[in-house]
């Protein structure tokens, strides 16, 4: 079946449903998401969206620039952290006018609370920044935002997965879709395409992130030799449930909690003595596994505890409902009674698909942009997280930089037309999905995405080496192997989750392969990227953005300078 809009969003998220906003009031928009709408992952946030509206106490947008450039170890681009800190304040009363119901101070105003590397006057002091709604907040902006596409007409395609996004003559033409209740395949012609696919937590094995985030548009655009920036930095979360990784929010810390290892010592004061339990996340995730490798983990085991116990219960009520929730049903435990056991969980992709500031997606080094083809939210790398993405800064980034995508996609419509997509790459997709339903080997996707979340756990998470990320690389070759011998016992078309399965596996390993090439090519710890061969930050040589290309012959690299406007890279002391 074929469709033709003005604009195809993939993608239901915070980002995807900003820029449908955006580019609705001028023409006409397709979302495709392979969840309901609202079961994507922004629903789930929890602690809060940044802005320095200085409702609680003072605060400026330019401490907020220096915290994210600081925060980021100094990686991110910094006229795109400015726009973003700058334009915070705008979002927060747009979105509030578009229905948020944020939490409130008495006297009526947002409320803000402390979030990790967020800080007054560069530094001195953690700062009430995170507006939120109780720990609800994605789920709370989701709905708002919901709402306003259905009042402007936005159509929504449910449940249909992307397999292929159409690129012909540098122009993106289109996209491909898989109905999964009926199997059938869709094309969608566009003059503009933004990708705003979220995450891919799901590489690794214990995440925060949901089923469904597994960065399959990032391997699609890979094969198409489209680089990946920054792969190589990815954020673990200090505070996972342990054994399960599900989040206990920062806000957690941000309310009065504090970490506690098995002496029953607040450790973070070693570690980050002006701020400590508010420091940056790479720098708390490190720190308590630092604590368990030397023996002072819960009961000498692999664990430390976050203490919300003295942390005043009407407050956990009000602000941290769903994570108390959370304590209850999968640990047995009243936070306000007794300390959670934590461990750091894998939680946000810095890296993604290179764009430009009003998400244009760039193909190569010389930022060279692809027609028609826009990318924002978790997926992009604008690059305003740098090496280590600052808490309540990524909800904050798929607003303003989903509207700024969408008010670009806006001017450039009615220029080219539609494009059209070639009957070989509507053949091609479906050829690849009937080869893989007929295929007879005995291997199951299921057990290869173990294995390879199991590896990339092992030898890529908080602390690497050079040898055991070339031992990740040789796995990882052979778990491609094995995918070709992988037999579906599903042969039907109609909701084959098991066949969606297998495409999802294919760029799970497509992402471990950047991530890990990536990290070995970088050597220089920084950030969420440590290298425990190369334990020092090297600006001489590394102050620069990774971009990975995918080839037949294994990752080719280029780099690119990180535009810094501002603030000198400086020792990173909190
Ligand atoms: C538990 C948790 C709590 C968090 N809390 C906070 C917080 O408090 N503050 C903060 O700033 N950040 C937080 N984050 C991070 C933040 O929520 C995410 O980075 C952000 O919501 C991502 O939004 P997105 O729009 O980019 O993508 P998502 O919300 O992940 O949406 C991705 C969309 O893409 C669609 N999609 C993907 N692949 C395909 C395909 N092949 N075909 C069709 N559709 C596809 C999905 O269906 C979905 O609709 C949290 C993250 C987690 C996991």
Redesign the pocket.
Known sequence: MIHSFDAVI????????RAAVEVSRQGSVAV????Y?T????????????AALGNEEPDRPEWHFYDTAKGGDFLGDQDAIEVMCEDAIRTIIELEHLGVPFSRTPEGKIAQRKFGGHTREFGSAPVRR?C?SA?R??HAI?FALFEQCGRQGVQFFKE????DIAIEKNRCTGVI?LEILTGEIHLFTAEAVLV????Y?KVFKT????H??????LG?LADKGIPLEDMEFFQFHPTGLYGLG??I???ARGEGGILLNGKGERFMEHYAPTIKDLAPRDMVSRAIITEIREGRGIDGRDYVHLDLTKVDKRIIEERLPEISTFCRIYMGIDPSMAPIPVLPTA??AMGGIPTDIDGRVLKNEIGDAIEGLFA?????CVSVHGANRL????????VVF?RRAGIAICDILNKTGRGSVSKESVDRAREAIDTMLRRKGSEKAAVIRKALQQAMMDKCSEFRTENELLSLTEALKGLRERTLEIGLKDKGKRFNTELLEAL?LNHLISLGELIAHSALQRTESRGAHTREDFPDRDDMNWLKHTLAFKTDKGPVFGYKEVRITRFRPAERKY
Not at 32 to 35: Q, V
Not at 212 to 217: I, R
Not at 376 to 380: I, Q, Y
Request: aromatic residues 4%; glycine residues 20%.
């Open positions: 993939i993608g239901s998220g915070l980002a995807g449903l495709l998401t392979k969840l709408p079961r994507s992952h922004s629903t789930a946030a929890q602690g809060g969206i940044g995170a939120y720990d907040t994605g989701m249909f997965h992307v397999i879709a705003a696919s979220g995450g937590g995440t925060s992130n949901a469904a985030s597994t960065g399959d548009c699609i599900i989040l929010t920062e806000g939680h946000y924002a939210g978790e997926c992009a808490g309540c800064n990524s909800l904050l980034d798929t989903g999802e």
